[in-house]
């Protein structure tokens, strides 16, 4: 069955940095545009990032906007996310999930597929 498998989370002070990995089975990820999202505690899921099928075009939330690199290797099937200057804002639940296309979008109902989720948590 197909599966999205997340890790790299754990916890963190302001400031340090946390690199997440999403990793799938064999063709998963082809043709497909791959994103990152978040949930904090009683709030809705919130896009953090996207990257293209191909070409490596990428968007980002403004909040996360220089600090945090989206990066694929389709060689390995996996997605990740480089985390740098975290806040104590960037903590969540942060998710991995594949895109209907191959060049991706900030709405989450765009995405079929989705990870379990791996916890962030950044220390004042």
């Known amino acids: 069955q197909v599966q999205l498998v997340e890790s790299g989370g754990g916890l963190v002070q302001a400031g340090g940095s946390l690199r997440l990995s999403c990793a799938a089975s064999?063709?998963?990820?082809?043709?497909?545009?791959m994103g990152w999202f978040r949930q904090a505690p009683g709030k809705e899921r919130e896009f953090v990032a996207t990257i293209s099928w191909i070409g490596g075009v990428t968007n980002y939330a403004n909040s996360v906007q220089g600090r945090f690199t989206i990066s694929r290797d389709n060689n390995k099937n996996t997605v990740y996310l480089q985390m740098n200057s975290l806040k104590p804002e960037d903590t969540a639940v942060y998710y991995c999930?594949?895109?209907?296309?191959?060049?991706?979008?900030?709405?989450?109902?765009?995405?079929?597929?989705w990870g379990q989720g791996t916890q962030v948590t950044v220390s004042s």
């Open positions: 064999g063709r998963t990820f082809n043709n497909r545009a």
């Open positions: 999930a594949r895109h209907s296309g191959t060049l991706g979008s900030g709405r989450a109902g765009s995405y079929d597929l």
